[in-house]
């Protein structure tokens, strides 16, 4: 005679933490397994390499005014033993001025050590990219810090706590003061955790012109599990991206 035990439920809950804005990457599995997958394979650094190389992509100074929108560009590099090597623009920006410049800054990009199988051996990317300006080179560095800093609790996965919290600040001379929420997720550790990633971020320098003065700016997080909420757009959004797998195991006699 055969028995069944009640099922034996496993729930193992994963924070995924991006590490920039990068777009999703295409063909990339969910889980990455660092004992059997290339580093190349890795979606968590394929975000991280995006940032580096995004936060060092700015027009000159005297190119446009502060308010002026961004040029994009598409380039392909070599990672290879921890460096960007041999640029190539494969889209251009209309300027070879501004080809050339991009090239420039791309190599000094700060690449993230490579996590996976395979380290040693080289691979080539290509990333779209936006040669901001000064200003928005500074708004990007700072929900990049934001980002860095972002966590997803146990509590809140385990709880399925989703939703948006707002928080505003101010920046000066390269802090966050005066962090409030305005509008609550409705969870309170999610709220906390929002606060907390504002507080603990390095803010990069202020942008030219407005050392010595407080920028007002406001971020929004958007904590989600399972893709279970649509989040907002923008370019002051933190996506916040939680899984929880559910393996459930039938054992028969």
């Keep these: 005679m055969r028995e069944y035990r009640n099922l034996a439920v496993l729930v193992l809950v994963c924070v995924l933490s991006a590490c920039g804005t990068a777009p999703p990457q295409a063909n990339m599995p969910d889980f990455f397994k660092m004992t059997t997958q290339p580093y190349w394979m890795n979606p968590t650094w394929q975000a991280e390499m995006f940032e580096a190389v995004q936060c060092v992509a700015r027009l000159p100074t005297n190119a446009a005014s502060p308010a002026a929108p961004g040029i994009h560009a598409t380039v392909k ?12 623009v494969v889209a251009s920006t209309g300027n070879p001025d501004l080809d050339k410049l991009l090239l420039q800054q791309v190599v000094t990009a700060k690449a993230p050590e490579p996590i996976g199988l395979h380290t040693d051996q080289p691979h080539e990317f290509g990333l779209t990219l936006e040669m901001f300006t000064p200003f928005e080179s500074f708004e990007y560095n700072v929900y990049a810090a934001i980002n860095r800093m972002k966590v997803y609790g146990r509590d809140p996965l385990l709880y399925d706590e989703t939703g948006n919290t707002t928080v505003d600040f101010d920046y000066l001379a390269g802090k966050a003061l005066n962090i409030v929420i305005v509008k609550s997720s409705g969870h309170k550790e999610l709220d906390k955790s929002s606060v907390g990633a504002v507080s603990r971020a390095v803010m990069p320098p202020a942008p030219p012109g407005y050392a010595g003065k407080t920028l007002h700016m ?8 399972n893709d279970a909420i649509k989040c907002p757009t923008g370019k002051n959004v933190i996506d916040v991206e939680g899984t929880r797998i559910v393996r459930r195991t039938v054992v028969t006699y």
């Design 218 to 225: 406001q971020v929004i997080f958007c904590y989600d599990i």
């Design 77 to 88: 590099f070599l990672f290879t033993n921890g460096k960007i090597k041999d640029p190539v």
